[in-house]
């Protein structure tokens, strides 16, 4: 029994070895189906430049591109942005579970979801957030928020950052190629308990699907994929 798992090791040991001298050697790179610039308007929607901070910046790539709105109508605001990866994925790309804790966010559930958007439906991932914030009398304030995120890439789209990966894998062992890929983030605040006529959960996530339905048409130059 011993002799046959060693002969069984070996011969998993020589094939992924000699599956290097198989792998292709000039790995093209394709670019995100993506326009980088967002609009100015999103149906009734006007788009304002945000900043992007210096922090941002020295924390991803030197490759990594921005492109960051606030779009406003009435006393509603919808933030989107995409980000643009570099040659290098693992600097370039953070999904929000990572940053959102960094910047004090709790996300306290996380979902897989549709949106129609175009003639195809979009597959995003969906989370629920929520931060504390000192209030005027001594006592603090629960914020909360919607954020929907996906990835596109040269002719993929994905709600998963493990898929994106094991896309990557396929792609570069079996097509020699490598998908640019970015990053969209659509979120808005869940108003309803501090300002007059706030919106709550249900209500906001209403408004940020139909805002989604009109974005992506608009940024997006390669239809969603089919999801799960």
Known sequence: MTIKRLLSLQVILLG???????????????????DLALPEFVGSWQGKDQAISQGERDILGADTQFSRKVYSRGTDEIFASIVLSGPDMNTSIHRPERCLPAQGWTISSSEKTSIQAGERNLYATRLHNLRSIPSTNGGSLTIKSLT??????????????????????????????????AYVTVASNITKDFRIFGRDEHQADD??????????????????????
Do not use: C
Request: proline fraction near 8%.
């Open 148 to 181: 929907y995120y996906w990835f596109v890439g040269h002719s993929d789209v994905t709600a998963s950052h493990y898929e994106r990966t094991w896309i990557d894998i396929r792609d570069r062992v079996l097509r020699g190629r490598n998908q640019q890929w």
């Open 207 to 228: 408004l940020m699907r139909e805002f989604i339905k009109d974005f992506v048409p608009l940024v997006q130059r390669v239809s969603p994929t089919p999801g799960p």
């Open 16 to 34: 992924g070895l000699g599956s290097v001298f198989i792998l292709p050697k000039d790995i093209r790179i394709q670019p995100a189906s993506i």
